[in-house]
């Protein structure tokens, strides 16, 4: 295949002079030249950023061609005028609807029917792109609220039970801080109420009169927990409660039976929930487990019927206690008056090492558990009749047929006799199911498809493949790979590769269909997403073999997935790229010092690049809650020398780096654009190379980059190209591409 050769500028990099601060911590003593460019609404700062992008721009104007060709190839597969499948919630069926031309989606409903069939009535209305049914209301059209605003994203909506209030969160500056408003549905009117500076989550208490939100404090950790009643002075918002431990993160929901308010209240490896009676609202909340216990779970109280068939109060617990791989059990709430040892649990789902519980929720009828094995997550459903006794009934787990795949469940309502599930995998366009819950006459449940997104352009699925490999990291650890390519590319080991990693939180990567993808794979490029240690693919055990004192372990996994491709037959080792972001972005610097001579190219994606420094401060964004993942380098020597030893701004060495692109945004809260500023200053310092260093910036986006699903596709038409152009794949594969 003929390459497109490599072009290079004679533009010069932009210097940032240099302002020695000097940090000491447990008697190490490290200076900082460039931490003064986080002096946010300096002149000086806002001036350099702008000449970061102007070089970038400059040596990177040659991919300009290929860039406009994989955002049209991403334009030409996605059905702009599309909808998403109604969702019922009480009697009204609620979906939303994008339209060609149209950077934003626009919430809409109609009234549901009932006609006394439980599956017919929760069987969606046949809705068409473009075309209005019968009495559908517009609740909320993103268009038209982004209009003249820089930055437009939606943080949460609610609709109260009688389906009259509507309230909405939006942001427009990309700080994920949001203005709450009320609309009324009867008048379309809105309510003079307006909430500045909530975050993210809404809910309505069950008879419409108050509105739950949190707020952050000034590190934008979600902190408090506020009601707003309809009417009154924003002022006088009601703290129900504030958590002032800067390491734990709050939030709430609704029970699924909608008689509580549940908080939730942790970090990754405790927590705490605490519970409000809508019933008996001025008794105020009761803690179910204290965090003192240090155990992690989640709780929620629901009405279950004893053996008489009498409602009892119940609390579902989803634990970690004597179970690293997290089980199910019941407690009656009377035992949490006793002290832990002594309270009496019922087990439901039981402790496995090779299955780890991720989470569960109800139904009227079933219990409906999250869980993950063989790193797919699946979905398991038992009848609530008889849950936690011997009768109990075995689980039932709805089928699919590939081997990769990704099942969860996007939603249901408490009285439904369906839930409704989300299904994808690396080559099936997401896949909208409702599956029917198990009853006598039908005991496995049935799998109603309700939709597949289309792809247009002649996709085809059969025309690529996904296989599950193992690379093997230093210390005998096999490592799951997924290894996505075309299916013409031959293994002679010529074709280009890209390996995708994050590695942090638990987070798993897992198997989801992406059009974007389709045009780097187009190209030959053979792409690998490493699912390292420090995600949650392989259970508990793998997330803490990855993080605190073993996070280096993500690192060189990362490298021994390289190392895999690089001997696997598909790729020329010259020819690999590296991509990740955010904590992912942190591990592409990490590489990029381990072993910058494995990599054509790294794409950092708002890399968490200056770690240490960010952790060492606790006013900054977040800082605090990240003391659980990396170790608390304030307090702890062995952790501060420990991340010192990885982290990338402080390891920068002497070496010939490959082509570096730093990706970030002005307004992004959770990774400050200083730490790629910084970082980039460092590189171009240090290397002993010659390939370009590039800081691309958006001046108006946040964390996720700019809003505008358009706006979007060209970032990541800007993102691929610089990783095509690298590693010479910018041609398209003899009958691959749209047809």
């Known amino acids: 295949m003929t390459q497109t050769p490599l072009q290079h500028t004679t533009a010069v990099p932009p210097v940032a002079r240099k302002v020695p601060f000097t940090r000491e911590h447990h008697g190490d003593v490290f200076v900082d030249n460039y931490e003064w460019l986080r002096e946010k609404e300096s002149p000086e700062v806002v001036e350099h950023l702008k000449a970061e992008n102007a070089y970038q721009e400059d040596v990177t104007a040659h991919q300009e061609p290929l860039r406009e060709a994989i955002f049209q190839e991403i334009k030409g597969r996605t059905q702009e005028t599309d909808l998403s499948v109604p969702a019922r919630k009480d009697g009204w069926w609620y979906y939303t609807r994008s339209v060609e031309g149209k950077e934003y989606g626009i919430q809409c409903r109609v009234r549901a029917q009932d006609s006394g069939d439980p599956v017919t009535d929760w069987t969606p209305p046949a809705v068409e792109p473009g075309v209005e049914l019968p009495g559908e209301e517009i609740l909320l059209d993103g268009n038209a609220e982004a209009e003249g605003k820089p930055f437009f994203s939606v943080g949460g909506t609610a609709v109260t039970i009688d389906g009259n209030l509507y309230a ?118 009761s803690t179910v487990i204290s965090r003192d216990e240090h155990l992690l779970y989640e709780a929620e109280p629901f009405l279950l019927q004893d053996a008489s068939g009498t409602p009892r109060e119940t609390i579902l617990l989803t634990h970690n206690k004597d179970a690293i791989n997290s089980m199910v059990s019941l407690v009656d709430p009377a035992e949490l008056a006793k002290p832990l040892a002594e309270q009496n649990w019922r087990t439901v789902v039981a402790h496995s090492d090779e299955v780890r519980v991720n989470g569960a929720g109800l139904t009227a009828t079933h219990l409906v558990v999250s869980v993950r094995k063989d790193t797919i997550e699946r979905v398991q459903v038992i009848p609530l009749a008889g849950l936690g006794t011997p009768q109990q009934a075995a689980a039932v787990e709805p089928a699919f047929d590939e081997e990769l795949y990704t099942a969860g469940v996007s939603g249901s309502d408490y009285e439904a006799p369906v839930i409704r599930m989300g299904y994808t995998s690396y080559f099936t366009p997401s896949r909208v199911y409702d599956f ?294 910018t041609e398209l594969l003899p009958g691959a591409g749209l047809q």
């Open 168 to 285: 909405y969160a939006v942001d427009n500056a990309g700080d994920e801080r949001f203005t709450v408003r009320f609309k009324d549905l009867l008048t379309g009117e809105l309510l003079p109420d307006v909430i500045e500076g909530a975050f993210y989550g809404l809910a309505f208490s069950p008879d419409g009169t108050r509105l739950f939100y949190t707020v952050v404090d000034d590190s934008w950790r979600p902190y408090q927990v506020k009601s707003h009643v309809l009417g009154t002075p924003v002022e006088q918002d009601e703290v129900l409660y504030q958590e002032d431990d800067v390491a734990m993160w709050l939030g709430f929901e609704l029970s699924s039976d909608r008689r509580h308010l549940v908080l939730s209240i942790g970090c990754s490896e405790f927590s705490e929930t605490r519970l409000l009676r809508f019933d008996d609202y001025d008794a105020g909340l």
């Open 436 to 729: 029917v819950l198990p009853t006598a006459e039908q005991p496995q449940g049935e799998l109603l498809l309700r939709k597949e997104s289309p792809v247009l352009g002649g996709y085809s699925p059969a025309d690529y493949v996904a296989t599950r490999e193992w690379a093997t990291a230093d210390d005998g650890t096999r490592i799951p790979l997924s290894v996505l390519r075309h299916a013409s590319v031959q293994q002679d080991s010529t074709a280009a590769g890209l390996v995708y990693g994050y590695g942090s939180y638990e987070v798993s990567m897992d198997p989801g269909f992406g059009v974007a993808r389709l045009s780097l794979l187009d190209r030959g490029i053979v792409m690998v997403i490493a699912h390292i240690r420090g995600g949650g693919e392989l259970g508990r055990h793998w997330y803490e073999d990855g993080k605190k004192l073993s996070k280096k372990n993500t690192f060189t996994d990362f490298v021994a997935a390289t190392d895999w491709l690089a001997s696997s037959g598909w790729v020329a080792p010259g020819r690999i790229a590296a991509m990740g972001g955010s904590a992912g972005g942190l591990l592409m610097g990490a590489v990029a010092n381990l072993a910058p001579e494995k990599y054509a190219a790294v794409v950092a994606q708002v890399p968490f690049v200056d770690a240490l420094t960010t952790i060492l401060d606790p006013e900054l964004p977040l800082s605090a809650l990240e003391w659980e993942e990396w170790g608390n380098p304030i307090t702890d020597p062995e952790a501060y020398a420990y991340m010192k030893s990885y982290t990338p701004y402080e390891n920068i060495r002497a070496v010939a780096y490959p082509k570096i692109a730093a990706v970030t945004s002005f307004n992004d809260t959770r990774v400050l654009y200083v730490e790629p500023a910084k970082w980039v200053q460092a590189l171009r310092e240090t290397t002993t190379g010659s390939e370009p260093i590039i800081m691309k910036i958006e001046m108006d986006g946040g964390h996720g980059g700019a809003s505008g699903r358009y706006v979007q596709w060209r970032e990541r038409a800007w993102d691929y190209a610089f990783v095509a152009d690298s590693v010479g794949a």
